[in-house]
């Protein structure tokens, strides 16, 4: 079990994934002087949303390292977060810095050699070409063939336009197949139609 300090980010609605990239906008002083601070240590920023408008952390998160970097002459700065792995809050500590820090558990990550079962892979491929005509969306679908369990699994969870408690739930299952089956049941959940227009309805 590795344990470890890490100065977070909290941000609701935005999901970080072991394998996948995150684009962030950083204006807030508080987040520039986090983004500053782990550019001068080791370029580790913690992603974790916030439950609702309050204070109180969902419980896990996703360590990344900052890639490319853009600082601007005002202080904002736009990166790229480059998910590294999972863990989980075991307390917040009592800090003078402006950004928020946790203890937390890393979690010991290694679903990039699973793989998912003929018939779970073409359910993903058959329910998201679905989620996506009903939504509209224009996809490369022989390049989304291409791409491994890991990485396709991932990359809808981290993209999929579902509310932040199923992105959540997404980001503390554990192993592809469970992922990909929970990534089912949502695209036919959301994507539900109330038969009075195109709107994705929970109804």
């Known amino acids: 079990m590795t344990i470890r300090r890490i100065s977070i980010f909290p941000l609701p609605g935005a999901i970080l994934f072991p394998g996948m990239q995150l684009p962030l906008h950083i204006f807030e002083q508080r987040y520039r002087d986090l983004v500053g601070d782990s550019l001068a240590r080791d370029r580790m920023i913690g992603m974790v949303q916030p439950k609702g408008q309050g204070a109180e952390l969902f419980e896990v998160g996703c360590l990344g390292r900052i890639g490319d970097v853009e600082a601007m002459e005002d202080g904002r700065y736009n990166i790229i977060l480059e998910g590294l792995q999972r863990f989980s809050i075991r307390k917040e500590l009592d800090i003078t810095t402006s ?18 079962s003929i018939a779970e892979r073409a359910s993903l491929e058959i329910e998201s ?30 993209i999929a336009p579902f509310d932040f408690a199923a992105k959540q739930a997404l980001l503390e299952a554990r192993g592809l197949s469970m992922r990909a089956d929970l990534i089912v049941q949502l695209m036919q959940f959301f994507g539900r139609h109330d038969g009075s227009d195109d709107r994705v309805t929970l109804q």
């Open 99 to 116: 950004f928020r820090q946790v203890e937390a558990v890393l979690w010991e990550e290694d679903e990039a050699s699973d793989a998912l």
């Open 129 to 158: 070409r679905r989620f996506a005509d009903i939504q509209g969306y224009a996809v490369d679908w022989a390049a989304v063939g291409q791409l491994d369990d890991y990485s396709l699994v991932n990359a809808i969870s981290q």
